[in-house]
Nanobody, 115 residues
């Protein structure tokens, strides 16, 4: 089993920055993918960014050039640095781990960007 706990959400004005953190506990196996998804009110959950244990990254077009995902594999941490935030980035952000065909989710952290 894998447990994920997100932190770092909050409220910020447009143009500001936030860094989200996700701490994983339990068995993190290789290969795996750790990532961030978000869900805005009335919308489906969508991929924000993900990074494999091999180092490959994937970003949603809407965040390219503004968000950066990073991992500390030894500490089982994954981060999402968010710069130049927009009101459209407002959502609940969820940490995600995929390994051995199973998917694990955190409970989410709210990010609110005001104009």
């Amino acid at each position: 089993q894998v447990q994920l706990v997100e932190s770092g959400g909050g409220s910020v004005q447009a143009g500001g920055s936030l860094t989200l953190s996700c701490a994983a506990s339990g068995s993190i196996l290789r290969p795996n993918t750790m990532g961030w998804y978000r869900q805005a009110p009335g919308k489906q959950r969508e991929l924000v960014a993900k990074k494999t244990s091999g180092g490959n990254t994937n970003y949603a077009d809407s965040v390219k050039g503004r968000f950066t995902i990073s991992r500390d594999n030894a500490k089982k941490l994954v981060y999402l640095q968010m710069n130049s935030l927009k009101p459209s980035d407002t959502a609940v952000y969820y940490c995600n781990v995929e390994q051995l065909g199973r998917v694990y989710w955190g409970r989410g952290t709210q990010v609110t960007v005001s104009s």
